[in-house]
Each structure stands twice: as C-alpha cells, then as structure tokens.
C-alpha cells in the first residue's frame, strides 16, 4: 500500500503551457517505479487529461490558480493525486459512445475515459473548497 | 521553444494535413484552425499524416472526431496514416482504430480516396 505522505509534490499554475512538462515528469517517475515505457506514456496521459479538464472546467481556463499534485510510490503501484480548488467536477457516468459522439459532432469527452480505460481506479472527491482527483495504476 | 508545428497541402483532391511534436490542450486551436481552413475550402477528402507527430491527448482527437461526421456527410472522409506505434496506442484506447483508417503510408491513404 501507499505511504499517508507523498513522495513527491510539486505545485504549477494552471497554464496548458506546462502540459508537456507535465507529460515528461509523469512519464520519467513512472518509468523509475518499474512501470513499462508504454505503460509510462499512458499513465502521463491520464495526468495530462486530468489536468487538462481542472484547467478548463474547474478554473474556466484562468491561467493563475493553482494545482498541486502528489506521488505516492510503492513497489505494487503509483498513486498520483492532483488537488485544485475551483469548480468542483461534475463526472458523466454515461459511457462513451464514439459513433455517437461524431454524430453528434462532439469535440470533448474523452479525457476521462481515456483516464479510466488507462488507470485502475480513478476517483474524485471534493471536500469544502477543495478538490481531489486520486488515480492509481498498479503494476 | 514551440513544441507543435502544423502545415498541410492539397494533391488533386486530397488534403494532407502534418501535425508535428506534441499535440496537447495547449496548441490544439492551431491544429483546428489548420482542419477548418481544409474544410472551408471544400476540402471533403483529408488525410492527417502522423509521421512526426509525437504525441496527441483528448484534445487532438476531440478534433478529428468532432469534424468526421460533417465531411461525412458531405462524401469525404478523415483518414490517418504514417502513426507510430506510440501515438496509434493512444488512438486506440478510446476505439479509434474502429471508426478511422489506418494506413501504412501517405501514398497508399491517398490512393484510398482515389479508388
């Protein structure tokens, strides 16, 4: 199991900019926790489009909040938690339908699918004024 | 340092379309801009060569999926090609691979919409 503290923290504004670092950071601690190279891009990619939907939904793409997130090692898995304050996230339990999604001509809505079909439990919580969104993915 | 590049042409009737680097939330409005400009020119045939595309979140599939259906409609299509195995394992885990052709090269994705 994972340790109550994390491992690592960081803290970033909420600029789509930083994205990409993002990406490489998350892909590399994944990489060091054993997790395979493909495995590694696709749990950067889960962070990336939970991210993603904190800056645009949570914070209306304002580019100045803030947005923590944590690691948590150990040797079954990786925890990553991301907390942020802002809109609390409102999930669709409605599954994706592709076909239906181009017809109707829908651009968004995939992000956290692709979170869930990458990561073994995605869960998101808010408590006050703060938000949470915890993955996990084991190995 | 920019992490995206976009440029496309048109050959005969098909439009190639070559995003570059790393295709995220942050540089996705590039990338439409780019398709809408195809589009507006009544480009209905469109080919999105992935060679030296390095990376795509929801963002950029968003895009691809939210203009199929309207070139669709108008008898073209939006079909990929040239996709590493990287990039084709994220098309693929949202069902891509079933609703898009893939193809090997640009020349055998043209060809697709000249038969």
Redesign the interface.
Known sequence: MFQIKPELSISIPSKTGLLKMVVELVNHIATVNQFSPSESRKIALAVDEAITNVIKHSYKNERNEDIKLEFYFSPKGLKVKIIFTGVPPVLSEVDVNLNRMIKEKKKGGLGVELMRRIMDSVEYQTTGSINTCEMVKWK | MK?FYIRSKVVESTAIIYPKG?L???NVERFEKEILKLIGNNNINVVVNCRELN?I???G???I??????IREKGGDIKLCCVSE?VY??FD????T??YDFLEDEETAIDKFNN
């Open positions: 992490s790393h995220d939330a942050h990376y979140s929801s963002a599939m968003g895009i999926m939210g203009y199929l259906d309207e990287r394992e994220i885990l949202v069902g891509f079933e609703i």
